[in-house]
């Protein structure tokens, strides 16, 4: 199984978030929806020792959120800012590929 390819160019265009990643591709996220699928416990939840989720909420509307910043963290994941103040979900470079998927 070979490593989930790296960024290597990362820049927000507008309401997007556009990555250049170590293979060539490139992937165009929309803020809405980076911010609905935010890994955060506060959005997903978390599940205890017995796997019943605690926490999280429903999907909701992020039409009017907008990507305002981001940070590398490591070598294996983006934090995201978010202008709802949101910014405690670290986006893995995997789950990154994961979501750019159809």
């Known amino acids: 199984m070979e490593p989930t390819p790296s960024p290597t160019q990362v820049q927000i265009i507008g309401s997007e978030l556009a990555i250049v990643w170590s293979d060539g591709v490139e992937t165009y ?9 935010s890994p955060s416990a506060e959005t997903q939840g ?9 926490g999280g909420h429903d999907p909701k509307n992020f039409d009017d959120v907008q990507l305002v910043g981001w940070e590398p963290i490591g070598n294996y994941a983006l934090r995201l800012d978010f ?20």
Request: aromatic share 10%.
């Open 46 to 54: 978390e599940r205890d020792i017995l796997g019943q989720k605690h």
């Open 29 to 37: 996220f929309q803020s809405a929806k980076l911010r609905a699928a």
């Open 83 to 102: 202008s709802d103040g949101h910014r405690t979900g670290l986006y893995s470079f995997d789950y990154l590929r994961k979501l750019s998927l159809p």
